[in-house]
């Protein structure tokens, strides 16, 4: 069973930046960013395999970056120029294959960590 425990959430000014963070507690496949604002469903914001082959949003192309360590069994989220509409419970996600999931399919989620952009 995985364990994911977020961490770097916070408050920012739009335009400014953030990190986030993801430790597993063992090794997976294929990890995620997932995303909830207030009244609105769960958004995918980037997933990553384990040979760091990406895919990303719409909506944070260009501006955000995810990446992960194999070593350290975490997943990072960069977030670069942000704005007021990234405002959001930000979740991580895993599964033990390398595969490109729906967020339906995730087995192992973290507890979510808050990111508000003002």
């Known amino acids: 069973h995985v364990q994911l425990v977020e961490s770097g959430g916070g408050s920012v000014r739009a335009g400014g930046s953030l990190r986030l963070s993801c430790a597993a507690t063992h090794s997976t496949g294929c990890m995620a960013w997932f995303r909830q604002a207030p009244g609105k469903g769960r958004e995918g914001v980037a997933a990553?395999?384990?040979?760091?082959?990406?895919i990303y949003g719409d909506s944070v192309k260009g501006r955000f970056t995810i990446s992960r360590d194999n070593a350290k069994n975490t997943l990072y989220l960069q977030m670069n120029s942000l704005k007021s509409e990234d405002t959001a419970l930000y979740y991580c996600a895993a599964e033990q294959s390398d595969s490109w999931y729906p967020s339906s399919d995730y087995g192992y989620w973290g507890q979510g960590t808050q990111v508000t952009v003002s």
């Open positions: 990553i395999k384990s040979d760091s082959s990406t």
